[in-house]
C-alpha cells in the first residue's frame, strides 16, 4: 500500500500548500512535524478530500481527488483534532459512525483501543484519552487503507499519549498511517520517517535519527539539542530563549 500526493493548496489569495510532495507507506509510521500555522492540518484535509486541492493524491495508483466520498471513505480516513462531543450516544454508536459507509466492524475496532467494555457507556463520560481513543477507533471500523491523524495526543497525559502511539505503531502493518504531532519527542521516538514542515513546504524529511539540532532550531526558531538517553533521541530545546 502506497499513498503518493503532490499537492498546492490556497485559502482564498493565500496559498498554504506549496507543491508540497508527500509519500507514504504501510509498514512505515510517517510523522509530519512543523511550528503552528505551517500547513499540517491543510496538508491532512487536502489528502483526504476534504478540501479540494490543486495536484495529485493516489493510493495504490487510484487518483483519489476524483473517487466519491463513499468510495472515497473505504480507502482513507481522517481522525481529527480532538473536541469534546455535546451529543449523547453511545461509545458503540459514535464508532458506529464510521462503519456505515463502509461496513467495518465495529467490534473489531472497539477492542482494537480498548473500549470494547464501555461500548454500552456515554461518549460524554469518557476522558480526554478515552476519547480520542473512540475517534481512532471510529476510523478503523471505516476500515479504510489508511489513517491520517491530526495531533492525536494533543491533549493528553503522558501516559494516554505513549498509549496512542503504541496503537498507531501497532497498526502500521495493516495499513498507511501518517500522524501530525506537535510532541517532536513522541515523532523522534515512534516514526520511521519524518517530515518537517514550514510555511506551506517540506522544509526537511528523513529518518529521526538523522534529524539534527539544526533543523529544528531553524523550523522553530529555538535553540535546541539533541541527546542520546538509553539509546533514544531526546529533543531538549533551550528553556529561555535567546
Ligand atoms: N479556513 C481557513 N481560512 C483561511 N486561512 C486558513 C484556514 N485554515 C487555516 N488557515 C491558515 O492556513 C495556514 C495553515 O494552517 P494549518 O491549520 O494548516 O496549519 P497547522 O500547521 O496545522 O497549524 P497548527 O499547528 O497551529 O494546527 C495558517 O496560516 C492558517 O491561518
Redesign the pocket.
Known sequence: MRLFARVSYS??Q?E?LKDLEIEARRGELLAII??????????LKSLVGILKPIGKVELDGKDLLSLKPAERARLITYVP?SSFPEFAFTVEEFVEMGSYMTGGSVEEALKKVGLWERRRDRITTLSGGEFQLALIARALAQGSRAVLL??PTSHLDVNHALTVMELLRGLKAEKIIIT?L?DVNLALEYADRLVV?KD?EKFWEGKPGEITPDVLERVYGIRAKIVEVDSHRVFIPELAKV
Not at 512543523?34 to 496538508?43: D, I, M, R, V
Open positions: 485559502y482564498g493565500r498554504v512543523g511550528p503552528n500555522g505551517a500547513g499540517k492540518s491543510t496538508l483534532q491530526d495531533e501530525v506537535h514542515m506551506g
